[in-house]
């Protein structure tokens, strides 16, 4: 018969004495709502528990310590009656549950007959009862079941049992973690330090939390859980503390994220949208060509998606899914159009191939593109070609997102194919395979400034400056160069911003989407200091209320190079918010974070 721990009844809140006996019996009774299984808190630090109950009254004491019962125990038929899952709890004792059976010790209750047995033996009617949906048992069972001690007083209304604690198993992990304090502010901020342990130290390979948070912003008490298991597969029962949270705030979730959100993690600010928003000043940059390679985005033949020629330095970018219904593969052909060689160097690339999944071709992409340290040239003589990128095979309705800055020392003509696995790829080929239709929906066509240099000097926060709505940041417009027709590139994907901000020190930036949903990535440059933040770390932003923290800004000028991701939605606002906040929030500040 399969059995799992059960969860015994919570009781209401101990005597404010802050002792460990009262918050091991806070534990054991509000482990319930957080854990799927109940175990003592405190059990390795006592040797056994100690519970005095007196009939038809809900005052009781654990361990010499004050506490309340939800329901009192009687007197029924005669007999001294406990009510069982608060007993279990408060003496530290697994009870676990079978098909209609519940177990303590060496003693099993038949719940649907309120009968017992005690280790095989048939118990006398009248020790098990249900009484307001309470089921009762004989205190004389219970103390039997447990090998505990039971005496009662002169007036026979109170009773003393005394238990060991529970043996455990041997072989299992001990789940074990401590907070720094046992009381705390609104939005303060708990240090969790755990220190599980195996007895044959063996690996812990998981921990799951219940109950655990950084910060709680509401007064009350509040559970918080730790289970671990070990690389054999074994779990430890759950190991909690009681924490209590009372007094004036110290931080609001807002001045919370400012000063400890990490970057990609998201945050809630529902005033974000109303912070007054500034416009960057457009500054002469260089003028880089981008070739973006997007319709047909699903072509269901080999052929040619794009194409123009370039000398210096270009950007390319596709994005296309197979639809051939057999496996094929992305390239770009490059082909020397001058009668002297010409080298095409490749500076930064980035590439997510093969996947199905659209949401991550954007955000993979431009992490890779950040990353990119190599550097690949080939040599072309005249009416020499090569690709200079290959995309992995693409299996049937998988897709590739490439972003590619190359510079040529003369010029090229770049070629964007997409053919069916195992054809040869070459000069000929391409003279041979048909120029695809767009499909209507998508675009395609060379656009003459792929970089756009922005500077803005901060003087008041929060401030907002608004990157992609089409109106204070336009669309860069471009020709499809297979038609000669005009085109707009909504989005504005594979353009690098280059924003320069000035006033930035003691400020912390955020990225709020504002057009649905957004994963990307963006390159900072504080200082000394440059780094890549995935946006978000994990899932995606999708909700302007729910900025995802970029950076605290250390250095007055702070440079953001951004580019928007393949596959997700703009416009999108990066905020600014000072990291000092107003008076009444933000006094303490903990740094340590094990």
Known sequence: MPVVTLPSLPFLLPHRRRTRSVLAALTLALAPLVLPALAPAFAASVGAAQLTLTTDQTAAYLNGEGTKLVNAPRLIGGRTMLPLRETAALLGQPLTIGTGQLQLGKLVIDTRANSATMA???????????????????????????????????????????????????????????TDKNVYAPGERVIFTDYPFDPDGSDIVSRRWTGRQ?????????????????????????????I???????????????????????????AVLNYPAVTPQVVDGPSIPLLFSDSPEAPTQSGVLYQDSVAGRARLLAYHLNALNKPARLYVLARNTENRPVEVRTERLGETAPTRIEGILGQVTLLD?????????????PGQSAAVYA?????IGSGVNLMQDVVTTGRVELTFLMLEDGLPVSGQLVQQLPYLPTDGRHVRGTFPDAVRTLRVNLTSFPARIVIGDGMVDPAITGTDMLTGQSVRLMGNYGVLYDLEVNGAAGTAVALSPRGGLYRGAMNVTDGPLVQTIKMPRTGTALSPNQPVMLWRAQTDRLNIDFV???GSNLPISLVFYKTKMQSGFGGILKTYQP
Do not use: C, H, W
């Not at 033996?121 to 205190?139: K, M, W």
């Not at 593109?369 to 003589?381: D, V």
């Not at 995309?391 to 299996?395: A, I, N, Q």
């Open 120 to 178: 095989g033996q048939p118990q006398p009617e009248g020790n098990v009862v249900s009484a307001a949906g309470v089921l009762y048992v004989t205190a004389r069972l219970i103390a039997d079941a447990l090998n505990a001690n039971m005496s009662v007083d002169d007036s026979g209304r109170t009773l003393t049992l005394t238990a060991l604690r529970d043996g455990g198993n041997p072989l299992a992990p001990q789940a074990r973690f401590s």
């Open 214 to 242: 950084d910060a709680y912003f509401q007064p009350g008490t509040y559970t918080v859980g730790l289970q671990v298991a070990n690389a054999r597969g074994l779990q430890s029962t759950p190991f909690t503390r009681t």
């Open 244 to 270: 209590r949270v009372e007094g004036l705030p110290v931080d609001s979730p807002l001045t919370y994220a400012l000063k400890y959100a990490d970057p990609g993690e998201a945050f809630p600010d529902p």
């Open 369 to 381: 593109y950040f990353a990119y340290t190599g550097s690949q040239t080939l040599t072309l003589a």
């Open 391 to 395: 995309s992995p095979t693409l299996g």
């Open 564 to 566: 928007p991701a393949s």
